[in-house]
């Protein structure tokens, strides 16, 4: 089984900063894309930033310049910086991600979530 354990969500004031991880553990054998998403209450859940597995990157226009993802292949770990946090950035974070099992099929999952509070 795949789990996806996410971490380093909080309370930060606005223009502070937070790093998100998410760390892959399971039976697998390579990480395609990953991506981080987040949910505000009454909202539906948006993309905020994915990678591929080449390293490519694309962030939703409301992060840009502020947000940046990252990976570590060799810990199969995947982050998001974000700097200058607004307000409007509060919502619950989870990561999503796809690949390939040693077998030969493919896997993909969600994290649990955690939860980023930005407030003075």
């Known amino acids: 089984q795949v789990q996806l354990v996410e971490s380093g969500g909080g309370v930060v004031q606005p223009g502070g900063s937070l790093r998100l991880s998410c760390a892959v553990s399971?039976?697998?054998?390579?990480?395609?894309?990953m991506g981080w998403y987040r949910q505000a209450p009454g909202k539906q859940r948006e993309l905020v930033a994915a990678i591929t597995g080449g390293g490519s990157t694309n962030y939703a226009d409301s992060v840009k310049d502020r947000f940046t993802i990252s990976r570590d292949n060799a810990k199969n770990t995947v982050y998001l910086q974000m700097n200058s946090l607004k307000p409007e950035d509060t919502a619950v974070y989870y990561c999503?991600?796809?690949?390939?099992?040693?077998?030969?099929?493919?896997?993909?999952?969600w994290g649990q979530g955690t939860q980023v509070t930005v407030s003075s």
């Open positions: 399971g039976s697998i054998s390579s990480i395609y894309g």
């Open positions: 999503n991600g796809a690949g390939s099992r040693p077998r030969g099929d493919l896997w993909s999952g």
